[in-house]
């Protein structure tokens, strides 16, 4: 008998038809799960929901932007008192999809204000509101209310504002997104005039997130 050979009398197997057969079956499977995730994300968003500010009804607020933050993001600062520890409300309903830390929490507290800086953007929550809709909050003072996978209503609490992650000063850095892409932010039907980060731009709000 020769090495490498098989011996006389037995047959080999063939395995051809059977892994073709094999790899015709994954490649189906293949294209349903490309079909199921992907073709909802190519579908043309659903209408805007009727977003309000992510604050208390009746409060305002100063929306703003300066060169460098990046098109259509606002950073939200009270008009009147501290900004430490208020709430911070979902913008309409929706199901959390994050909730926990975008880089790092850093050392910054109401009692320590000027401590150490952490990465990105601290405590966070990520909310969609369906037709490929999303809101972001970053920066929030400790642990966010919700969890992932949790229902929200319109209004309902999730956070309380503060200075974790990159952040100078407490504020509530928040966005809308379309698909994966930032929009300008609208409150109540009415856009926010917040388009690009050229200059300081800064304008007054009133919730009617009631």
């Known amino acids: 008998m020769s090495i490498g050979q098989p011996p006389r009398g037995t047959r080999r197997r063939r395995s051809g038809p059977t892994l073709r057969f094999a790899l015709g079956v994954a490649a189906v499977v293949a294209v349903g799960i490309a079909v199921t995730v992907g073709v909802p994300m190519l579908r043309e968003p659903g209408p805007r929901p009727l977003f309000q500010l992510p604050v208390p009804c009746g409060e305002s607020w100063q929306l703003g932007t300066y060169p460098g933050h990046d098109d259509y993001d606002v950073d939200l600062f009270p008009t009147g008192g501290d900004s430490w520890g208020r709430p911070v409300l979902a913008s309409a309903a929706g199901t959390v999809t994050v909730s926990g830390v975008n ?108």
């Open 103 to 210: 880089g790092s929490v850093g050392g910054r507290t109401e009692q320590n204000p000027q401590g150490p800086r952490g990465r990105g953007g601290g405590y966070w929550v990520k909310i969609d509101h369906g037709g490929r809709w999303e809101t972001q909050y970053l920066h929030l003072l400790e642990a966010p209310m919700v969890s992932a996978g949790q229902q929200v209503a319109g209004g309902q609490q999730i956070g309380l504002v503060g200075s974790t992650g990159n952040s100078g000063a407490p504020h509530l850095h928040y966005e809308q997104r379309r698909g994966w892409q930032k929009v300008e932010t609208y409150f109540d039907g009415l856009p926010s005039g917040i388009t690009h980060d050229d200059y300081e731009y800064t304008v007054t709000l009133t919730s009617n997130n009631c």
